[in-house]
């Protein structure tokens, strides 16, 4: 126990914490592990991640090639500090939305007006425009940039003490901040997006490998020279979750494809929008669109062009369907995995599903991100879901026998504790709950949820909500990678057949034993 206090802060408790001692790696391995075990966490980590035993790197390793798992790397995290990347840059590190905290220096809070030690403003020289003719008009407007924020800022700074002097009760360092935040306030718009910044960020390891596909694809010089030495850092912290962003198969793949996303949908953009000039818009407007199919098409126009999306909207509202599908099939691309996520224009207005299937489905679907869901209480008032398998071994019986106990039961309690009855439902009883979400997770859900290792019983639910989804929005819904697994499907008794076939054929390669 004396040993066990050294890792976990409350030892053999029901909940307990893994204290700094523990590698993360480690840590990250041994809850991983939970997945294919049935020990404790603090048998796990005694028996199979400590010296002798198995180290965390190398379950990784073995789980990210021979699994594919990528969720295993949201069990630990790295920090990050960039320090003098610009505006424009910042926007496309702080761009994630899951899994990621960042906070940057502030331009409403701290000067930006003092110089380095060679005597220069801190703002980016961008390096593909150094490199060209345009080098000198590019230093010399920024430096006029910052020369009139300094000005300005001096100048407005007096102002506002004068305007607002001390009050009552207000203290001699009150009154110096908060005229200086005001003054900060109403000069930073000189500043150039070239302003140099500073930004903490901490997020796990599957988002970190993805912020570094985001680097490398991003069509500024400035974010690939980040995004290199980003990843030399955290090969240094974090190597397990990082290292296949340099791989053909993995990382590389994404970032090719996201790249040649972008050039198509730049290139199609200005074929069909070319040459029109932006409407005069207020400075809000509510965009109403006809469809689904609608919003997602202007969406994907709008990154690239200057029109106001009412606008594109309008335009794209006249357009037939085979000039949408045009736009569609080329915003997706050819995707030759399900990481080859479809951009965020295909984050229209949600699908809403609502669905009477069985605990067990709702458990393991409930667990998906980017949507938004809620569940009715557990009863036993919509029947339940009996797998063929029961039948065919004699169990039937059996199973409707605890299944009628469990609604005797169930329906006693309900009446004077409706929340506490639900303890008593099987989770082979069906429940009610609807699933919201936009056509973007809708492929994710879809292309990871019907594979050949999926459970057939969610995978039956997905694949009824891809189809009636497609049915409705036929421009957007069509997968190869759907078409595939469903293929793979056919005739499959055992789904995670193949998949550990794979994983043990790889541990032989090599020359490592299998222990999950």
Same mark, same amino acid.
């Given at each position: ?6 890792y976990f802060?409350? @030892? ?7 204290t700094?001692?523990?590698?993360? *790696? ?22 199979d ?5 198995i ?27 960039? =320090? ?10 702080e /761009? @994630? ?9 502030? %331009? ?18 961008? !390096?593909?425009?150094?490199? %060209? @003719?345009?080098a ?9 940039q ?6 300005s ?12 002097p001390?009050?009552e ?6 009154f ?9 306030d ?5 500043? !150039?997006?070239a302003?140099k ?19 490398? &694809? ?5 974010s ?5 030495e ?5 090969m240094? *912290?974090?190597?397990?979750?990082? &290292? ?13 494809y ?8 730049s ?28 919003q ?11 029109? @106001?999306?009412?606008q ?35 984050? &229209? ?17 409930q667990?998906?991100r980017?949507? &938004? ?22 169990l /039937?019986?059996?199973?409707?026998d605890?299944? =009628? ?11 004077d504790? !409706?929340?506490? =009855? ?6 082979a ?22 594979? !050949? ?36 499907c056919e005739?499959?008794?055992l ?14 390669? =090599?020359?490592?034993?299998? %222990?999950?």
């Amino acid at each position: 126990m004396a040993y066990l206090a050294e890792y976990f802060t409350n @030892p053999g408790g029901r909940v307990t914490s893994l204290t700094s001692k523990a590698k993360p *790696v480690d840590a990250a391995a041994a809850l991983s592990m939970y997945s294919r075990n049935q020990k404790i966490i603090e048998d796990i980590f005694v028996e199979d991640i400590q010296p002798g035993k198995i180290k965390g790197s190398d379950f990784f390793d073995r789980v990210f090639k021979s699994y594919g798992d990528d969720s295993v790397a949201e069990l630990t995290g790295a920090y990050l500090s960039f =320090s003098g990347v610009s505006q424009v840059l910042s926007k496309v590190i702080e /761009d @994630p939305r899951i899994a990621f905290s960042a906070i940057e220096k502030s %331009t409403r809070y701290v000067t930006f007006a003092k110089k380095d030690d060679q005597g220069k403003y801190q703002y980016v020289r961008e !390096p593909t425009i150094m490199r %060209t @003719p345009f080098a000198g008009i590019y230093e010399k407007l920024c430096d006029y940039q910052f020369d009139s924020h300094v000005r300005s800022f001096d100048a407005v700074h007096d102002w506002v003490k004068e305007k607002n002097p001390i009050i009552e009760g207000e203290t001699e360092l009150a009154f110096a901040q908060s005229r200086r935040a005001k003054a900060l306030d109403i000069t930073r718009g000189l500043l !150039p997006a070239a302003t140099k910044t500073n930004i903490g960020v901490f997020a796990n390891g599957r988002t970190m490998e993805n912020l570094l596909v985001k680097l490398f &694809s991003a069509p500024y010089a400035e974010s690939r020279q980040v995004g290199e030495e980003s990843h030399v850092e955290l090969m240094k *912290v974090i190597p397990d979750f990082v &290292s296949r962003v340099k791989m053909p198969k993995y990382g590389q793949a994404q970032i090719d494809y996201l790249i040649e996303r972008d050039k198509r949908m730049s290139g199609l953009t200005r074929e069909m929008l070319g040459g029109k000039r932006p409407a005069e818009v207020p400075e809000v407007t509510l965009v109403e669109f006809a469809s689904m199919e609608d919003q997602l098409v202007s969406r994907a126009l709008y990154e690239n062009s200057d029109l @106001p999306l009412s606008q594109i909207n309008g335009i794209v509202s006249s357009m037939g369907d085979q000039e949408k599908r045009i736009v569609v099939r080329a915003y997706l691309g050819e995707r030759a995995d399900r990481r080859h996520k479809p951009g965020r224009a295909f984050e &229209s207005y949600p699908l809403t599903f609502d669905i009477l299937s069985s605990y067990a489905i709702y458990r393991d679907l409930q667990r998906q991100r980017m949507e &938004s869901q809620f569940k009715q209480r557990l009863t036993t008032k919509f029947g339940y879901d009996m797998p063929k398998e029961i039948a065919e071994n004699g169990l /039937d019986k059996e199973w409707k026998d605890v299944m =009628s106990m469990s609604d005797e039961v169930f329906r006693e309690i309900e009446t004077d504790f !409706p929340y506490e =009855s639900q303890y008593v439902v099987p989770m082979a009883s069906n429940i009610r709950w609807y699933m919201s979400m936009n056509p973007r997770e809708m492929f994710w859900v879809g292309e990871l949820r019907t594979t !050949p290792q999926g459970h057939p019983s969610y995978r039956r639910v997905v694949n009824d909500m891809w189809d009636k989804a497609a049915e409705k929005y036929p421009l957007i819904f069509e997968s190869p990678i759907m078409e595939k697994n469903r293929k793979d499907c056919e005739g499959l008794v055992l789904e995670r057949q193949k998949s550990e076939m794979k994983s043990a054929q790889k541990a032989m390669q =090599s020359g490592k034993k299998d %222990t999950a």
